[in-house]
């Protein structure tokens, strides 16, 4: 009993690392767009691209209410480069040095740009101390924008002076305070980012980034109670895409808990905010696949679809479920497509399913699904580790012990190889 239970853990430590492994990859990038007296510039288009050796890849979004603008770019690079353009201004063209940020767990990354108007004078990047006796808001929107030249230029400390400067300077700042909560939620400073949260909630009792960000904080204390009044308040307050996606994540720790109870009713609540929201229309469709109901797990993976056509999780779920509701034409449909899409990122999506299923304790279902992945792609290397704990899961220690061989022969050095080697020792 003691070797089984042992052997449970690992099953259940690998299938969670498995699921993080599974993302993709990349960066974030928010901020504001100003003018040079610190006005917001709407429609200003940033577009950011990793600097790297081979091929690089852009992202790029248009500012909007506030000046600001949020773009992800599929590449975690150091450098990017940034252009800013906007009718009636001088173009932008700025490298930024992402730094130690691309640790951030998040990817979550703060960029600010100031830009001169046509006939302007722009401001020296490296001037030091704003000249003269400024008072108001003129002093905080100087202060700023040095805070967000040293923030650019990977000078973390002292950006995070200037924004505390330019909040002190004018109280009612509400970007200064955004800048500061983006330091220090990059940083992962959450004491730091409660305070100046609830301060900038203060000032501005509905902005999104406020609310989010004591959630977000409240959270990683601990403060569990606190954080759960928090999110209704935000709930109430900005129910959009921003409060959405703290639904999701809510909702994402009650699956990882098989909690579908609580799970469900949040999908639900997010997508009502944001129909749009990827991320939860497929996790939605999953939950209704795992609990076998498959007429809403269809619909769900249709508005999917439609929103993203080439979508593998998608045509993956489509095809369950259309199997669960007895309909083998649509089911072929499905498979078909996902199989024209890429037999490897067919496998992909039944490997990732298979994960999903896995952590919500159904080994049986999961082995199914990486069944289907061998079936695609013969060559996937990880789904032999994954077949292993399914087979251990169902006490079938001979197909358990042969996959995880296999694994071990197929990627002697990956980093899930010491565990597998762990668990063979374990079935001898």
Known sequence: ?????????????????????????????????VDQDGNPVVGAEVTAEAIAAEASMKGSAKSKKGGRYGLFVMQVARQYRFTVTKDGYQELVQDFNAGSAITNEQMRIEANFTLVKDGGVAQDADAGEVPGPVEGNAAAIRLYNAGATANNEGDRAT??????????????????????????????????????????????????????????????????????????????????????????????????????????????????????????????????????????????????????????????????????????????????????????????????????????????????SFEKVLASNPGHVKVHYMLGLCYLNSSDMAKAKSSLEKFIEMAPDDRDAPSAREMLAALQ
């Open 1 to 33: 009993m003691k070797k089984r239970f042992t052997l449970m853990i690992l099953v259940l430590a690998v299938a969670l690392s498995a699921r993080a492994e599974a993302q993709v990859q990349g960066i974030r990038f928010k901020g504001v767009v």
């Open 159 to 368: 950006a995070i002076e200037k924004f505390r400067e330019a909040v002190a300077a004018d109280p009612g700042f509400v970007t200064g305070y955004q800048a500061l909560l983006g330091l220090y939620i990059q940083a992962g400073d959450f004491a730091n980012t409660l305070e100046v949260a609830d301060q900038l909630i203060e000032v501005a009792p509905t902005d999104s980034m406020g609310l989010g960000a004591r959630y977000d904080a409240l959270l990683e204390l601990g403060r569990t109670d606190e954080a759960e009044a928090a999110l209704e308040r935000m709930i109430l307050a900005v129910p959009g895409p921003p409060t959405a996606v703290r639904l999701f994540n809510r909702a994402a720790t009650a699956l990882r808990e098989n909690n579908m109870e609580k799970a469900i009713p949040d999908l639900k609540r997010a997508l009502e905010m944001d129909p749009d929201l990827a991320v939860a229309r497929s996790a939605l469709a999953t939950a209704h696949l795992i609990r076998k109901e498959y007429q809403p797990a269809a619909e769900n993976a249709e508005f999917l679809r439609d929103l993203k056509p080439d979508d593998a999780a998608a045509l993956s779920i489509l095809y369950e479920a259309y199997r669960g509701l007895g309909d083998a034409e649509k089911a072929k449909e499905a498979f078909t497509a996902l199989q024209q899409i890429s037999p490897e990122r067919a496998a992909e999506a039944f490997y990732n399913q298979g994960v999903a299923l896995l952590d919500q304790g159904k080994p049986v279902d999961a082995l199914a």
